[in-house]
């Protein structure tokens, strides 16, 4: 059984920053991959950042200079500083983690996902 538990959205002023987290537990061999993706109403889930094996880090383009993802690898745990945050950036916060229960494939999971809205 693995658990992923998301914590830090809720809603901020525009200008404003949160910090997302999200703890993964359970029966872990290794982990592949932590990211975060997100999904606004009637829009599809896009990536947003994403942290590889080594700390390679990958982001959607123009979020670029505001997001930044990290890992804390002893807590198996995975963040998401969000900095200058627009309404536009109102969307379902979803963690996303590729990992390894055995020394098998690796297999996706998902966060039950957290709302960050931005407003006034």
């Known amino acids: 059984q693995v658990q992923l538990v998301e914590s830090g959205g809720g809603l901020v002023q525009p200008g404003g920053s949160l910090r997302l987290s999200c703890a993964v537990s359970?029966?872990?061999?290794?982990?592949?991959?932590m990211g975060w993706f997100r999904q606004a109403p009637g829009k599809r889930r896009d990536l947003v950042a994403r942290i590889i094996s080594g700390g390679y880090t990958d982001y959607e383009d123009s979020l670029k200079g505001r997001f930044t993802i990290s890992r804390d690898n002893a807590k198996n745990t995975v963040y998401l500083q969000m900095n200058s945050l627009k309404p536009e950036d109102t969307a379902v916060y979803f963690c996303?983690?590729?990992?390894?229960?055995?020394?098998?494939?690796?297999?996706?999971?998902w966060g039950q996902g957290t709302q960050v809205t931005v407003s006034s």
């Open positions: 359970g029966s872990i061999f290794s982990i592949d991959a």
């Open positions: 996303n983690v590729v990992l390894r229960t055995t020394a098998n494939n690796p297999a996706n999971y």
